[in-house]
């Protein structure tokens, strides 16, 4: 099993030296707080200081965030008044922890580090047999996807986010189902949408439970597997309310929260107002299937051969309705957001300019890439996935991304690392080969976001991003 050990440890430190270096090259180009850091920092900065009562109305997540690098700075605060001899040093320990470029290299370096070692430890957990070097690249891999490696070093949410849902997930495949309650409340309080990814870690581990030897069998065998898991939740409902008590509350607290908030989002509700964008999941798919081509779009893959394998009657007689639903989805269920017109520093702006947003015909055009991805998607993690699992995952992925009217990339991540890190993993070559295309990706959004800045009609410096 591909469990601790060196290489666990030789992976965290390679992402952590990578996010050491973009982190470098940020703090010497991008000094000031940019994007959405704008508001993110100066709130963790009067956490910083203990005033808890100070919040920013457009502010959309709850404060894990700020609390937790927050909590270093107060640290070093309550220091100095048991050690008034040292005060000043304190202080400026204080305020570099506070500054931007303290909180980004902690967002970075700690979330980053832990993204990295949490994917290692939860393939060695999922694929009992997959040996040190094929987790090693897998996991680099993960952590070096484009939209995850970029934001991850930004004062951001992303990060954070996604070290909680694989610390989440890790515990319960560790058994340590309570802890895992806890870090889903964790992540929760990092950002909202990560209730949906707690219910997923919870409903993987309930199925384990109940269903422990409970394996792939294809999608056909969903009625069989839903009533096993059923029996079982029923014959060992005590043990599993003890277990997953905490997560269960978590789900129920949060259904307060939004029924007493009228929303899931904190603060800027009328910009976040949730809207049915089914188009959204679609773009999910195919992206994230993208971003693992050398596997998906293989003419020698599993999926392909499973098509190739079968008569065309039945090829065409699963694929027709399903492409029929899936133009249909984008012809009705396409928004875009103000903010994606408005913001021309974002990819998305000309994603949209420059092609979804041409025409429909633009967009229906993409219906038989969209049923591809999602085909070869669902396949390959149905090969070591029991159904109700695929189902879940699925399910999480369309009710995260198919409920934001805002065309935006970074919702797609944790989907990503979840469905990489279940399905069975890549071969050494492609996990080389993705390590390889990934980390080129990012040579080259970096180079870009700092050295090729652009100026606005208010003669501000904007710079291009996800």
Same mark, same amino acid.
């Given at each position: 099993?591909?469990?601790?050990?060196?290489?666990?440890?030789?992976?965290?430190?390679?992402?952590?030296?990578?996010?050491?270096?973009?982190?470098?090259?940020?703090?010497?180009?991008?000094?000031?707080?940019?994007?959405?850091?704008?508001?993110?920092?100066?709130?963790?900065?009067?956490?910083?200081?203990?005033?808890?009562?100070?919040?920013?109305?457009?502010?959309?997540?709850?404060?894990?965030?700020?609390?937790?690098?927050?909590?270093?700075?107060?640290?070093?605060?309550?220091?100095?008044?048991?050690?008034?001899?040292?005060?000043?040093?304190?202080?400026?320990?204080?305020?570099?922890?506070?500054?931007?470029?303290?909180?980004?290299?902690?967002?970075?370096?700690?979330?980053?580090?832990?993204?990295?070692?949490?994917?290692?430890?939860?393939?060695?957990?999922?694929?009992?047999?997959?040996?040190?070097?094929?987790?090693?690249?897998?996991?680099?891999?993960?952590?070096?996807?484009?939209?995850?490696?970029?934001?991850?070093?930004?004062?951001?949410?992303?990060?954070?986010?996604?070290?909680?849902?694989?610390?989440?997930?890790?515990?319960?495949?560790?058994?340590?189902?309570?802890?895992?309650?806890?870090?889903?409340?964790?992540?929760?309080?990092?950002?909202?949408?990560?209730?949906?990814?707690?219910?997923?870690?919870?409903?993987?581990?309930?199925?384990?439970?109940?269903?422990?030897? /409970? =394996? *792939?069998?294809?999608?056909?065998?969903?009625?069989?597997? %839903?009533?096993?898991?059923?029996? @079982?939740?029923? $014959? +060992? #409902?005590?043990?599993?309310?003890?277990?997953?008590?905490?997560?269960?509350?978590?789900?129920?607290?949060?259904?307060?929260?939004?029924?007493?908030?009228?929303?899931?989002?904190?603060?800027?509700?009328?910009?976040?107002?949730?809207?049915?964008?089914?188009?959204?999941?679609?773009?999910?798919?195919?992206?994230?299937?993208?971003?693992?081509?050398?596997?998906?779009?293989?003419?020698?893959?599993?999926?392909?051969?499973?098509?190739?394998?079968?008569?065309?009657?039945?090829?065409?007689?699963?694929?027709?309705?399903?492409?029929?639903?899936?133009?249909?989805?984008?012809?009705?269920?396409?928004?875009?957001?103000?903010?994606?017109?408005?913001?021309?520093?974002?990819?998305?702006?000309?994603?949209?300019?420059?092609?979804? /947003? =041409? *025409?429909?015909?633009?967009?229906?055009?993409?219906?038989? %890439?969209?049923?591809?991805?999602? @085909?070869?998607? $669902? +396949? #390959?993690?149905?090969?070591?996935?029991?159904?109700?699992?695929?189902?879940?995952?699925?399910?999480?992925?369309?009710?995260?991304?198919?409920?934001?009217?805002?065309?935006?990339?970074?919702?797609?991540?944790?989907?990503?690392?979840?469905?990489?890190?279940?399905?069975?993993?890549?071969?050494?070559?492609?996990?080389?080969?993705?390590?390889?295309?990934?980390?080129?990706?990012?040579?080259?959004?970096?180079?870009?976001?700092?050295?090729?800045?652009?100026?606005?009609?208010?003669?501000?410096?904007?710079?291009?991003?996800?």
């Amino acid at each position: 099993m591909a469990r601790g050990g060196w290489s666990g440890g030789l992976l965290t430190g390679v992402v952590v030296v990578m996010h050491a270096v973009v982190w470098f090259w940020r703090s010497r180009v991008v000094t000031e707080p940019y994007m959405d850091e704008v508001f993110h920092i100066p709130q963790t900065q009067e956490y910083c200081q203990g005033r808890f009562d100070q919040w920013d109305d457009k502010i959309t997540t709850f404060p894990g965030l700020y609390l937790v690098m927050a909590v270093p700075s107060l640290v070093v605060r309550w220091a100095s008044t048991v050690f008034p001899s040292s005060s000043p040093v304190h202080a400026s320990l204080g305020f570099l922890l506070c500054s931007v470029k303290g909180l980004r290299l902690c967002n970075g370096l700690v979330f980053g580090g832990l993204s990295a070692l949490l994917s290692f430890e939860i393939l060695g957990e999922v694929h009992p047999g997959i040996s040190s070097e094929d987790a090693f690249l897998n996991a680099l891999a993960i952590n070096l996807f484009p939209v995850y490696f970029f934001s991850a070093d930004l004062y951001y949410t992303d990060a954070g986010s996604l070290a909680l849902v694989l610390l989440a997930l890790l515990l319960a495949l560790r058994r340590r189902h309570r802890a895992s309650g806890v870090a889903a409340v964790g992540a929760v309080l990092f950002r909202q949408t990560n209730v949906v990814w707690a219910a997923f870690v919870l409903a993987y581990d309930l199925h384990s439970q109940v269903n422990p030897k /409970g =394996r *792939s069998g294809g999608l056909l065998g969903l009625p069989r597997d %839903l009533g096993r898991v059923l029996r @079982g939740a029923w $014959v +060992h #409902r005590a043990r599993l309310a003890r277990n997953n008590w905490i997560t269960v509350a978590l789900m129920a607290a949060f259904a307060a929260f939004v029924a007493k908030n009228g929303g899931v989002v904190v603060g800027d509700r009328d910009a976040h107002k949730p809207k049915l964008h089914l188009a959204q999941f679609l773009y999910c798919c195919t992206a994230v299937a993208g971003a693992h081509f050398l596997v998906h779009f293989d003419p020698r893959s599993p999926f392909v051969r499973a098509l190739s394998g079968a008569s065309k009657a039945r090829v065409l007689l699963i694929a027709a309705p399903l492409l029929a639903a899936f133009c249909l989805v984008i012809r009705r269920y396409t928004l875009v957001h103000p903010y994606t017109l408005a913001d021309n520093r974002h990819y998305t702006f000309y994603v949209w300019k420059n092609y979804l /947003g =041409r *025409s429909e015909v633009h967009r229906v055009a993409l219906a038989p %890439l969209h049923l591809f991805s999602a @085909g070869s998607l $669902v +396949h #390959r993690l149905a090969r070591t996935q029991p159904p109700l699992v695929v189902l879940a995952a699925f399910a999480c992925a369309a009710a995260t991304t198919a409920l934001a009217e805002l065309l935006e990339f970074r919702y797609y991540i944790t989907f990503y690392a979840i469905h990489s890190l279940l399905s069975e993993p890549m071969s050494r070559t492609k996990a080389a080969g993705t390590c390889a295309a990934f980390l080129a990706a990012n040579v080259a959004l970096e180079a870009v976001f700092l050295f090729r800045p652009f100026t606005w009609p208010d003669g501000s410096v904007a710079r291009f991003m996800w």
